[in-house]
């Protein structure tokens, strides 16, 4: 199993919590909520039961139908699991627990009763048809699991010093030199090619084959349409999952909904419904135009307003070539020695976005107009740091002007803490603006003394 850094979370839930709540991990499908909570069962509990509501029999399900004698619950687990349980020193997992409600809804009673620890995994588990008709327990506490991030990526590969090395580099804000910042950014883009879903990591070190590893992601992909499917069964959340490569490329003001969904009539609410299906999935991250920038975005989120990025950058490379009948081997290499001649900056914002999102940051971006100039200006990303906000415009390798966050700066001065551009070059200053090879985007939003 891949080290994650869930587990400790996990393990704290566990050491504070004591049986008085359950814990409800969220993550997109094929992101490695099972494998990491088996495996915490495994080493942090004497014993464990582990119900896979994927393949579980109907005599699992119904158990949950009649809580009111738990004796009789507990005993029959046991005999169908073949587990001894220990009161406070064993552990019951419900896995992919949307797909039986009723386990959900039971979570309330078997906290109370105390005899043993609950840790609930599921993926499009707040979709509003899954849990209709029953009482969400107020006894769960959630915590989101998303793909590898760059650190866990390097440790997979048994690489436990570059992002010491890293945190050292931001901390300095020095040039490197070109030749160790190629090389850092080479790593980086074989990152960003293969993602951050285990199994494409696993692909990558056993194979070393890129067309191998596409073809797991493509399978994966696969996989999140069908879901998309099932759950709406009119194609439109598909259809809104494979634009998103085409809509960042367009470089519009926001994902232009109507647009893709031009053979359907969608209303605004519709278009609110889709998106927060589509968000509740965890396949992909939600950038919301921010009316205000100010610290306290989320109070001026605008709902009609957004950007989608896929949650793993991976996945985003794959299905920009979903086209094809596969991703050649050249492409791969081309991407990862930035060579590729389309332009990539796209590419590198979705990559931005993930790492914001995996370091705890909500996403937003915002656009404004100067009337005297007639021209409109747009920051990529915001996140707020000690009481102000911090703008971040990412940037291809051959950029030579930063009107947006100029502007920006003009009218906002008052607001902002530092100026960020993420670029492919290595670490500069341009007045004030801090310019960051795009490895460094992990470490913007934490305390300068972390």
């Known amino acids: 199993m891949f080290k994650r850094k869930i587990y400790n979370k996990i393990k704290a839930w566990k050491d504070n919590s004591n049986g008085k709540t359950a814990l409800l991990i969220e993550g997109a499908r094929r992101v490695g909520k099972s494998t990491v909570v088996e495996e915490f069962a495994k080493n942090e509990y004497k014993t464990y039961i582990l119900i896979d509501f994927a393949v579980a029999s109907k005599t699992i399900k119904e158990l949950f139908d009649d809580m009111s004698d738990l004796d009789y619950f507990f005993l029959q687990l046991q005999l169908q699991y073949r587990v001894d349980l220990e009161i406070r020193n064993s552990v019951i997992i419900f896995d992919e627990v949307q797909l039986c409600p009723k386990a959900r809804q039971a979570i309330k009673t078997l906290v109370k009763d105390g005899r043993y620890d609950y840790i609930e995994t599921g993926s499009l588990i707040s979709i509003k048809k899954n849990v209709k008709d029953i009482l969400i327990p107020s006894e769960e506490r959630k915590l989101q699991m998303h793909p590898m991030d760059y650190e866990e990526f390097l440790?997979?590969?048994?690489?436990?010093?570059?992002?010491?090395l890293l945190k050292g580099i931001f901390a300095a804000k020095k040039p490197l030199g070109d030749a160790l910042n190629r090389k850092l950014m080479r790593d980086y883009r074989l990152y960003m090619l293969i993602g951050g879903m285990p199994q494409a990591v696993n692909e990558y070190i056993m194979t070393n084959n890129f067309k191998k590893v596409d073809d797991v992601k493509r399978?994966?992909?696969?996989?999140?349409?069908?879901?998309?499917?099932?759950?709406?069964?009119?194609?439109?959340?598909?259809?809104?999952?494979?634009?998103?490569?085409?809509?960042?490329?367009?470089?519009?003001?926001?994902?232009?909904?109507?647009?893709?969904?031009?053979?359907?009539?969608?209303?605004?609410?519709?278009?609110?419904?889709?998106?927060?299906?589509?968000?509740?999935?965890?396949v992909v991250s939600v950038a919301y135009h921010a009316n205000n920038p100010v610290v306290g975005l989320s109070a001026y989120k605008d709902l009609n307003q957004f950007k989608l990025y896929m949650a793993d950058t991976g996945l985003f490379v794959t299905l920009q070539f979903k086209d094809r009948d596969f991703t050649?081997?050249?492409?791969?290499?081309?991407?990862?020695?930035?060579?590729?001649?389309?332009?990539?900056?796209?590419?590198?914002?979705?990559?931005?976005?993930?790492?914001l999102t995996a370091a705890g940051n909500d996403l937003f971006y915002f656009t404004f107009t100067n009337l005297e100039q007639k021209r409109n200006y747009e920051i990529d990303f915001l996140i707020s740091k000690s009481n102000k906000i911090c703008p971040i415009e990412v940037k291809s390798s051959n950029y030579r002007t930063h009107h947006s966050i100029d502007e920006f700066y003009n009218k906002y001065s008052d607001r902002i803490l530092n100026r960020y551009i993420i670029h492919t070059k290595d670490i500069s200053k341009d007045q004030d603006i801090l310019c960051l090879p795009i490895y460094l985007t992990q470490f913007i939003s934490q305390k300068e003394n972390d």
Do not use: C
């Open 155 to 164: 440790w997979a590969l048994d690489d436990h010093t570059t992002t010491n």
């Open 328 to 355: 050649e081997n050249s492409i791969y290499e081309r991407l990862l020695n930035d060579k590729l001649s389309a332009n990539l900056g796209y590419l590198y914002e979705n990559a931005v976005a993930q790492a």
């Open 219 to 282: 399978d994966i992909i696969n996989l999140y349409e069908d879901d998309f499917k099932k759950i709406d069964s009119t194609g439109r959340l598909a259809m809104i999952f494979e634009a998103i490569p085409s809509q960042l490329n367009k470089n519009a003001k926001g994902f232009q909904t109507k647009n893709v969904l031009n053979s359907y009539k969608t209303t605004n609410t519709t278009i609110l419904s889709l998106i927060s299906e589509l968000k509740d999935s965890k």
